[in-house]
């Protein structure tokens, strides 16, 4: 992590979006809260949330707020406040293949309300412990 990212009160905002059930809360509360007890389903939440946690990084305490886009109509996220954002979480679900042509929609929207152009992103495909019913090949996700 370049040392420019670090704001002087030691703030690191990521944000967390893709399509309703990809599996975006439970990748956040499987990190932030180091939980393994979500449920199998959840029901779709609308909004969203910010978590935060601190930790040390560079030997400096810093505070890592996570916001939880909760599957929004990607429309909606001039509503929230994505300046300043230090990285971008795109969630697939690879057992459903519409999520992956869906964070197209995402991506365009966000470029739209960040205010930096080289934000960070990352491409995160989940639920692979659900092999079997795969519909997104590991290389279709590496060409995005």
């Not at 399509?19 to 956040?28: C, L, R, T």
Request: glycine share 8%.
């Amino acid at each position: 992590m370049a040392e420019g990212l670090f704001n002087e009160k030691n703030i690191l905002k990521f944000v967390v979006v893709g399509e309703p059930s990809v599996g975006k809360s439970s990748i956040i509360n499987r990190y932030i809260y180091e939980s393994e007890n979500f449920p199998v389903t959840s029901p779709g939440k609308i909004g969203m949330e910010v978590h935060f946690k601190r930790v040390i990084l560079r030997g400096r305490e810093t505070e890592l707020q996570i916001w939880d886009m909760h599957g929004a109509d990607p429309c909606l996220m001039g509503n929230f406040s994505l300046t300043r954002m230090n990285g971008i979480l795109l969630v697939y679900d690879v057992t459903a293949s519409e999520s992956l042509g869906k964070l197209e929609s995402w991506l365009k929207e966000i470029e739209n309300y960040t205010t930096l152009a080289s934000t960070p992103r990352v491409l995160v495909g989940n639920k692979i412990d659900l092999e079997s019913e795969r519909s997104v090949e590991r290389r279709q996700g590496l060409k995005c």
